[in-house]
């Protein structure tokens, strides 16, 4: 790939940033923007950075350019740092691209300075950027940035089934059923026509991430055909997103009392929260409220509805007393401590009780006939049997059973997300040299190098003490790699916590932007095949999914023991005067908060306790959350978690499943060859299985799993391909982790099934072990 390539993909994506977010990186003495000073290549003075970008003069150079006359230039490319020149481009390569230019007749308005050339083959024609927009050229902003002429740009097809003029979409406007220059047409949706300038001006204000098909919400296929058509879609986040306070009267809670025998002394709208006072929203609607003691709600986790919402349940349900009674038969109050069991989320809507009544037991997929996959619709209807939970069983084990069913189904549809995201992946492949000692800092050097792109294949390589290329990294080198990132990053003082972590507040990572890579690399972890952090605390996942309004601290959140001690100390006080003790004792703390109060009464513990953790655990990182915030939107990953907050908080706030020999024998799919014994050889696999789960085999689950795909937990993404296992007429097993195969050999009995099994497993996990 060409060095123009490289730079100015680095450049376009950097200036969009930059831009839209009102950072300039120069110095006032060395740039200004006066309105009558033409650009050197087009000529004009206008400044106008929706057409023509950015304009700028450099006093010490006598330079005023516009952006996309220099970023569509052909004989230029971006040398400098992005703190240096023009984002990069230096000024004397700018005035080299001028005086070649000033060679060049622009073939529209006659005039020299024509940078801009077609890069159709034999085409002689050149010509400015803005008499270029006028005559109907296309300007791709991707890749090399290539410019068409009028003669040679790309076109549209016309649907076959297109009569007649339509409405366009965005404006509503009369427009021909006709593809030209100024009227383009939907690739993913029939009859689907727009101007260009419509589609031009939605694209500069949703930007990447929200430019999408505004008839069916498409957004890779829509985006594609608008990128060839010539539409500047920057990388930025929408425009309504960047307003502050934009979205400021949704945010409001809704604070008041609706029950007809209100039992609150100081009326219908006091609020008290962690007490009986506190108010409790309806859990579909949230347009009203009840305190806890005036519903005789013994706590906050127990759901509530209004007369509204639980009389349009009971009339869609048909029957309220059985749509009641199967609400209260399931209180939230549990022993297992998972948000997936409580209030539902602001945005999400919760799951009815009636979908968690059952769950589906089946048997290791078979296929019977050759080394096809067979569907599950082949198997025996018996193995394949819907088992209601048994009123034997406990509650607490009921729950956990349904909760674990919950995480398995919300795991699966984060595997899906994120394989849609994946499709952003193209060939280009970006080399990481990785030193196993050195997991961070080798790994911040690769992502911080100017031409990494999140999108490229990745090709990870380990060096060895010696800073040779190890020749043999294995399959599962990127894995592997993106395991050892997210331990490091568990361990880093990055976070802060036990098991659960909220990030931290370090100066000195703040200043070399530390925070921002590490969300850029869990972004780029997920949607490449690696694991999920899986130690972000709920108070962290939430604020990063609905923003702080919605995010209540807790004093499980707080790591420093002596901040603890202060708070419980001041929560756990039974009189004023003991509260009043507790606050001297932190005084410096509450001055750096800055509640400067008096305590009065007793009550005021629940406010100071409040203000104490909003303060440690929001405020005071304010600023690594925002950084590390646009990390995660690296790759559109932030942006699905926003519309799949459960699904992603299974896999942010949860370790991994633990291996079991049912997960396992789900994971595999079975191929037999003709002829041979399938019941048996079935029989053995799960049998190893099942003894190597009870600790009656010389390896564990996950050696069988790293023996046959290179990884110990199965990724969010899941596994491409799908894992297999082959029984075939060989003497010892094989794992092939590229194809993610198991060929097991087919034995007589069962004892040479395991010993084979065994002496395999352990002989090729310990020679990789001395290699590495």
Known sequence: MSVEFVDKRRFCQKRDQNSWMENTTMSDNNIDCPQNLPCEFCQRADDCPEKYGEKRTYKDCNLTVHYYCVLMSSGIWQRGEDEEGFYGFLPEDIQKEINRAVKLKCTICKKRGASIGCVASRCKRSYHFPCGVQRGCIFQFRETFPSYCWKHRPTQKRPSNSKGPSQCTICLELVEHAPSYNILTSPCCKNAWFHRNCLQCQALSAGVFFFRCPVCNNKEKFQNEMLRMGIHIPEKDASWELEENAYQDLLQCYQHCDIKRCLCRNGRNYNEPDSKWEIKRCQYCGSSGTHLACSSLTSWEQNWECVECRTILAKSNGNCQKWRKRTRSMPEKTDIGDSLLED?????????????????????????????????????????????PSPLISPSVRNLTLRKMQLGVQKREVSNILKELRSQIHTKRTRLIIDRQKIWDSALKGFQKRNFDPASTIEVKYINCRAKIETDSGHSSNEDFFQLLMLHLQNSSLFEGNSSKNLSFDSQALKENLYYEAGKMIAVSLVHGGPAPGFFSKTLFNWLVYGTEFVKPTIEDVADTELLQSIEKIKSAGTLSSLESAVNDCSKYLATVGYLNPVTTLSDKNMLVNEMLHYHIIKRTILSFESFRQGLKTLGVLEKMQMNPEAFCSIFCHKPEKLSAKLLGDLFTIHCLPGANKARSLDFWMGYLQETEGGESAVTLEDILVFATGIRDVPPIGFDPEPAVKFLQIKYPVGKRDLNCLELPITKSYEKFKRSMDFAIRSTLRLESEVH
């Open 344 to 388: 539902p989320s602001p945005k999400c809507p919760r799951q009815s009780p009636g979908s968690r009544l059952g769950f589906l037991v089946r048997s290791p997929k078979i296929c019977p006939n050759g080394f096809s996959q067979c569907s599950q619709l082949d198997l025996p209807s018996a193995d394949n049997r819907l088992i209601s």
